[in-house]
């Protein structure tokens, strides 16, 4: 069963997924008319998929000058706007999650920290961010997870601002500006594989001055080390992060 969008003379076909007996597809009530559950199932999808394409119309009509068969299909589908491959259904390309981009990005981590190419300690660190938006997500969404599609430059700041203020204990900004820059780059990655058309915070800038510092991976440590400095001072120095970093 296909739906044709038509907007200006122009036609966009979309598969919703459902197959009908063609002696049974009522043409005028645009109805499946077999006795049966399935037929009340296919009826439901149909009013469900007019009712969504109607909303997306809308949303879209608020935001752009100009709307085209394509543009409307892919908000459905939630793909890119300006996404031009051939797909049909969700089914065929299926864009992952805010948390499912976080798990898959772990895990990906998780791999590297056992061969010894980052450290546990970053690790901790993306786990924690992972926490955090979890947590800010059922607070200020009502939501267990989130769709990339709908996150805007807005959602750093409610996020900066949930961890500043409205947690019973706010963390500091330098922390919270850690969180940022994790999801900053999560969408960055997601842009680059054309999950999002751009990454909808990467011009948000947390305000403070505090200097943010990131711990440092096991061969950037081990190049310090095997640095060879010819100035006692400097040497004298690195011995001395080198042992916080170590003990970090």
């Known amino acids: 069963m296909y739906a044709r969008i038509t907007i200006g003379g122009e036609e966009e076909p979309i598969s919703l997924g459902i197959k009908i007996k063609p002696e049974y597809w009522d043409t005028e009530l645009k109805r499946d008319t077999e006795p049966s559950a399935t037929a009340r199932e296919n009826n439901l999808k149909i009013a469900k998929a007019d009712l969504d394409l109607d909303t997306h119309l809308k949303i879209l009509r608020s935001q752009y000058e100009k709307i085209t068969p394509l543009i409307l299909k892919n908000a459905y589908l939630g793909l890119p706007l300006n996404f031009n491959g051939q797909v049909n259904t969700l089914q065929d390309l299926k864009i992952p999650s805010l948390l499912e981009v976080f798990e898959d990005f772990i895990n990906r981590f998780k791999k590297f920290v ?135």
């Not at 010894?116 to 267990?144: D, M, N, P, V």
């Not at 330098?174 to 940022?180: E, L, P, S």
């Not at 081990?222 to 170590?246: C, D, H, T």
């Open 114 to 248: 056992k061969k010894g190419e980052r450290s546990y300690e970053t690790l901790k660190h993306w786990h924690s961010a992972e926490k955090k938006i979890k947590a800010f997500l059922k607070f200020q969404y009502k939501t267990e997870d989130f769709a990339l599609e709908n996150i805007k430059y807005s959602f750093a700041e409610k996020f900066f601002d949930y961890m500043t203020l409205e947690l019973e204990k706010p963390i500091s900004d330098v922390t919270a500006k850690g969180y940022v820059k994790k999801l900053k780059q999560i969408l960055e990655n997601c842009a680059n594989h054309n999950y999002i058309t751009n990454n909808p915070i990467k011009a948000f800038v947390c305000y403070g001055n505090e200097k943010e510092i990131e711990p440092l991976e096991f061969d950037q440590i081990n190049a310090i080390q095997r640095k060879k400095i010819s100035l006692n001072r400097l040497g004298e120095v690195r011995g001395v992060k080198n042992n916080v970093l170590i003990l970090y």
